[in-house]
């Protein structure tokens, strides 16, 4: 028999073009409107089924962490394959900072779309986008086909880091919502670890990069099939004036919950999604129900509507006091979480284990992806128990730790920093008695950042990504969408800087800064 969608349209109604916008009538228009609610609270423990979706929209996270970290492997394997030359430093560079340059467009128009055509469609766009992409890379011939492809992944990488906390956000019952959105950080550093085995797998085949680049289209592949089950979220769904779908979303994630009335928790969750939409409606509208603001009053249909309803959102998000902090937080939160320099190890990592002498550099790597990993599970077992601001004052200094002592074993190595220095065949230099040098420097370096790291992992690679609770609905998708366009933003700046900064500032300086950021 035929696969059945989990949530199946029981009337043509519901979709119908007439029921697009929230009607504050439809709160009472159940027969069970007078039956006891249960809130949330009551919950022991999060049912299967958002468990499921919660994994299945997190393999947009393993597509993110395998296309940032499989660039680390990819650099010291290419040689001369693309435009039959060795790459520069500004080829690498390039080659590493579109991705986060084109996520960094990509996010704000994420945000529009996910409010205009539901956050499930975009995970299916962006899952089209990391196909394409993927494969574009591994048969391109040319350093600027590899930027075009590149930048194709970019835009996937864009609009999936923004759209699946806020999906998995969204679905999630809230004592569990930030243990929820941490799975997607573990598919994250999950995908950065499976990069590190497949680039170290093919690193010795002629030609294996495009092995490495051209295998993130499978995750992207599955994951365009499991959108078929995938319900929409209920808030994305009440706000589009489809109560009974969303009814059964909820009845969906919370059925066998432990200890509660599920009838009972789906009408109490659903009420306070709706009573969240009208007060909302309310503070923009002055209590008229915001029929004007959905181009009742306007007279404008179509895109005009809808842009002047972006507008509205922005003016919103920045004009309300409330809205505006919470702006700010998100941003300096997704800003701190890249300019510390950590996807300078995702990207570069094998580089600079190169540079300092390991044999294996691309297999050294793996064990700062695998720390990464482990240190998320940690983040995963403690952020709803312990506190987002607390995890991030304890885990921040831990990162200051690993940056200085980084900074220190670099300044007792003999490194060559000249023009063109970073590529793979150079390594540390030997001592003036023409000795090979000790490896204790080098072994330092890799503690070193194995510390940075697990610091990060806990604390600022997971808090900011919890964004979505900052905001009201009305803002919650163009003000995550801001915040995860300075991620972005930052990351470019990262990308770009990081080789130059290694040349010019030597890696004491470069790791110096680093410090100075957290």
């Known amino acids: 028999a035929a ?41 022991l423990a999060p049912g299967r089924f958002i468990w499921i979706l919660t994994f299945c929209a997190g393999v947009s996270g393993l597509l993110f962490g395998y296309d940032t970290g499989v660039i680390s492997s990819t650099l010291v394997s290419i040689g001369s394959d693309l435009s039959s030359r060795p790459l520069t430093t ?14 960094l467009l990509a996010s704000p128009l994420t945000g529009i779309l996910a409010d205009t055509l539901g956050r499930k469609t975009v995970i299916l766009t962006a899952d089209v986008l990391f196909v394409v992409g993927a494969l574009w890379q591994a048969y391109t011939s040319t350093v600027w086909g590899m930027i075009f492809g590149r930048s194709i992944v970019g835009a996937a990488v864009g609009s999936a880091s923004f759209v699946v906390p806020l999906y998995i956000s969204e679905l999630a019952p809230s004592p569990f919502r930030g243990r929820l959105v941490v799975v997607s950080s573990l598919f994250i550093t999950g995908g950065q670890v499976v990069a590190y085995v497949v680039g170290w797998a093919f690193s010795t085949r002629v030609g294996g990069w495009r092995w490495m680049v051209g295998l993130g289209a499978l995750p992207a592949a599955i994951q365009c099939g499991l959108t078929y089950w995938m319900p929409e979220t209920p808030r994305w769904l009440v706000r589009a004036g489809k109560r009974q779908v969303a009814k059964r979303v909820l009845g969906q994630v919370f059925r066998g919950s432990e200890g509660v009335d599920e009838r009972a928790l789906v009408r109490g969750v659903l009420r306070r999604v709706e009573r969240e939409i009208l007060e909302e409606e309310d503070v923009v509208g002055g209590g008229d129900g915001g029929e004007s603001r959905r181009g009742g009053g306007s007279g404008k249909t179509g895109w005009s509507a809808k842009v002047d309803k972006v507008v509205e959102n922005f003016n919103q998000l920045v004009g309300v006091g409330g809205n505006r902090r919470a702006l700010t937080i998100a941003c300096l939160l997704q800003g701190a979480q890249q300019l510390c320099g950590f996807n300078s190890l995702m990207y570069f990592s094998a580089t600079i284990f190169s540079l300092v002498g390991f044999r294996s550099p691309t297999l050294t790597s793996l064990s700062i992806a695998t720390t990464n990993f482990l240190f998320t599970l940690v983040a995963f077992h403690s952020i709803d128990r312990i506190g987002r601001r607390r995890i991030l004052l304890l885990s921040i200094p831990v990162m200051i730790v690993g940056l200085v002592l980084c900074a220190i074993a670099f300044n007792f190595l003999n490194l060559p920093m000249e023009a063109n220095a970073l590529s793979p065949s150079t390594s540390a230099a030997p001592q003036e008695d023409g000795s090979k040098q000790p490896m204790l420097w080098p072994l330092t370096i890799l503690l070193a950042m194995t510390i940075y790291v697990a610091g990060y992992a806990i604390g600022l690679g997971n808090v900011p990504w919890q964004q979505s609770e900052l905001f009201p609905l009305r803002v919650r998708s163009l003000g995550s969408a801001l915040a995860t366009a300075t991620n972005w933003g930052s990351n470019t700046i990262v990308g770009l800087t990081f080789l130059p900064m290694m040349e010019f500032l030597t890696p004491v300086g470069t790791f110096a800064v680093y410090a100075v950021v957290c």
């Open 3 to 43: 696969a059945e969608p989990l949530i199946a349209p029981t009337d043509a109604r519901e979709f119908s073009h007439h029921d697009r916008t929230y009607d504050r009538r439809s709160s009472s228009d159940d027969d069970d409107d007078e039956e006891t609610e249960v809130d949330e609270s009551a919950l």
């Open 90 to 103: 500004l080829d690498k560079s390039l080659i590493t900072s579109c991705t986060s340059f084109f996520a």
